[in-house]
T-cell receptor, first 116, second 112 residues
Framework: DAGVIQSPRHEVTEMGQEVTLRCKPI?????LFWYRQTMMRGLELLIY????????DSGMPEDRFSAKMPNASFSTLKIQPSEPRDSAVYFC??????????????FGPGTRLTVL | DQQVKQNSPSLRVQEGRISILNCDYT??????FLWYKKYPAEGPTFLIS?????DKNEDGRFTVFLNKSAKHLSLHIVPSQPGDSAVYFC???????????FGTGTRLQVFP
């Protein structure tokens, strides 16, 4: 298996533009997580899905952020409009179950987003 | 408010010596704790975990200790190797939830 796949790996955009980050989880995994990594706050959970259904989006910063999982093999995280403070590395992770099952989360390589 | 805190942003250890990475938490409902390791330009990878019913878990050179009364856990790496140089994240979850709460990470550098 190729592991969790994220695209693009790097994204540079201007303030106000729409940004879409993409994730393909490991086949057969039922849970998908979106994280944001910054120096100040470390790894923050933004939202997670179980069986394609959003379970907890309390970490989503504000209405400019939205996430979808239309099927078991694809998820998107969209920022519209983007702002310079959104600059960070965004990780997608998947697991067979969730932390409550003791299942390991497998992370993708991340997307480094820079908003100018 | 950080529920999981790693107060040391960096640590330098000589090869062969012990590395001790520390983590504190504030949420008494956490019952499962994990350490992840991250190399530059890669995603974090799972290293070791411990349930709150235990106070120690060992896997090769890596041992995690949990002190529930102090709400503190630590990761010991013995002996440290240059390949252990990475950022280490502590994470925790509450009973019966799938959410992991991560700390800010500690950058470990193992020098020859």
């Amino acid at each position: 298996d190729a592991g969790v796949i994220q695209s693009p790996r790097h994204e540079v955009t201007e303030m106000g533009q729409e940004v879409t980050l993409r994730c393909k989880p490991i086949s057969g995994h039922n849970s998908l997580f979106w994280y944001r990594q910054t120096m100040m706050r470390g790894l923050e959970l933004l939202i997670y899905f179980n069986n394609n259904v959003p379970i907890d989006d309390s970490g989503m910063p504000e209405d400019r952020f939205s996430a979808k999982m239309p099927n078991a093999s694809f998820s998107t995280l969209k920022i519209q409009p983007s702002e310079p403070r959104d600059s960070a590395v965004y990780f997608c992770a998947s697991s067979l179950g969730g932390a409550s099952s003791g299942d390991e989360q497998f992370f993708g390589p991340g997307t480094r987003l820079t908003v100018l | 408010d950080q529920q999981v805190k790693q107060n040391s942003p960096s640590l330098r250890v000589q090869e062969g010596r012990i590395s001790i990475l520390n983590c504190d938490y504030t949420n008494s409902m956490f019952d499962y704790f994990l350490w992840y390791k991250k190399y530059p330009a890669e995603g974090p990878t799972f290293l070791i975990s411990i349930s709150s019913i235990k106070d120690k878990n060992e896997d090769g050179r890596f041992t995690v200790f949990l002190n529930k009364s102090a709400k503190h856990l630590s990761l010991h790496i013995v002996p440290s190797q240059p390949g252990d140089s990475a950022v280490y994240f502590c994470a925790a979850s509450e009973y019966n939830t799938d959410k992991l709460i991560f700390g800010t990470g500690t950058r470990l550098q193992v020098f020859p």
